[in-house]
Nanobody, 123 residues
């Protein structure tokens, strides 16, 4: 069972930037696609970005296109989410997860979720 640990969250002002990291245990990291999701209290978990296992292909939710960038380092077993031009509506707990598929957005297509990291954007 893989373990995923997110980090890099925090408080940032409107228009600011943050870089989230998700470190994975085990030797199979490069064989899985990875994704970032976010969730606010009372709402469903929302897909944010995904990346193919080799890192060559990525896909994003419309709400973050042009502002967020997902990347991965298969040597370091880590996936990143660079978030620029942050808005108050980006405030949420951000989670990473893995998938055997590509291009899928429903949370049910992902497993081995991390514990999440809080991102708060102040106006």
């Amino acid at each position: 069972q893989v373990q995923l640990v997110e980090s890099g969250g925090g408080l940032v002002q409107d228009g600011g930037s943050l870089r989230l990291s998700c470190a994975a245990s085990g030797r199979t990291f490069s064989t899985y696609g990875m994704g970032w999701f976010r969730q606010v209290p009372g709402k469903e978990r929302e897909f944010v970005a995904g990346i193919r296992r080799g890192g060559a292909s990525t896909y994003y939710a419309d709400s973050v296109k042009g502002r967020f960038t997902i990347s991965r380092d298969n040597v370091k077993n880590t996936v990143y989410l660079q978030m620029n031009s942050l808005k108050p509506e980006d405030t949420a707990v951000y989670y990473c997860a893995r998938t055997m598929a590509f291009g899928v957005t429903p949370p049910g297509e992902y497993d081995s979720w991390g514990q999440g990291t809080q991102v708060t954007v102040s106006s």
